[in-house]
């Protein structure tokens, strides 16, 4: 199975290659997104930077996250926006969720919320994880780098690393 690294190899050379900057927002990796794309190759070339938002209050002020639970799709939708703007970058990815072990705004434990947002708009779509808080983060994590790989390989002229 793929790991986050692997996406981020990719991801390195496409976006290098097309010249496709990338920005992440993330709450409950606590910039585990952003070191993996930040270890990646080149990665001064393409990756514009993170922004870690734990707190509601950061997501609102610095993010543009309206007053709604910060486990949901108008979140993790604004948060990728608000990153895109704030970075400047062609296309930015955000998680938000609940990592566990507890419940988080009525969401279960494992209940995480991506969007990607692009010139194209902003998407967002919803996965639940198993297992322990780790687990949690490390499978939000490589679902992130892979959804940024596949829109950046959307994105390239000839839709591949070759």
């Not at 990646?40 to 930077?49: I, K, L, Q």
């Not at 948060?79 to 998680?95: D, E, I, P, Y």
């Not at 994880?129 to 983060?137: I, K, S, T």
Request: proline residues 6%; hydrophobic residues 40%.
């Amino acid at each position: 199975m793929p790991h986050a690294d692997d996406y981020a190899q990719e991801l390195a050379e496409l976006a290098q290659k097309a010249e496709i900057t990338v920005a992440v927002a993330e709450s409950l990796t606590s910039g585990r997104l952003s070191a993996t794309l930040g270890a990646a190759p080149n990665s001064s070339e393409w990756f514009r930077g993170g922004l870690v938002a734990y707190s509601t209050e950061v997501k609102q002020t610095v993010l543009g996250v309206p007053d709604v639970p910060v486990v949901s799709r108008t979140a993790a939708e604004a948060m990728a926006t608000g990153v895109r703007t704030l970075l400047k970058a062609v296309v930015a990815v955000a998680v938000t969720g609940a990592g566990g072990p507890d419940p988080q705004d009525g969401q279960p434990p494992g209940s995480v919320w991506f969007a990607i947002a692009g010139e194209q708009g902003v998407r967002a779509w919803h996965r639940q994880f198993d297992g322990e808080p780790a687990d949690v983060v490390a499978q939000t994590v490589a679902c992130a780098t892979e959804t940024l790989l596949d829109t950046v390989r959307s994105l390239c002229p000839d839709g591949s690393s070759s």
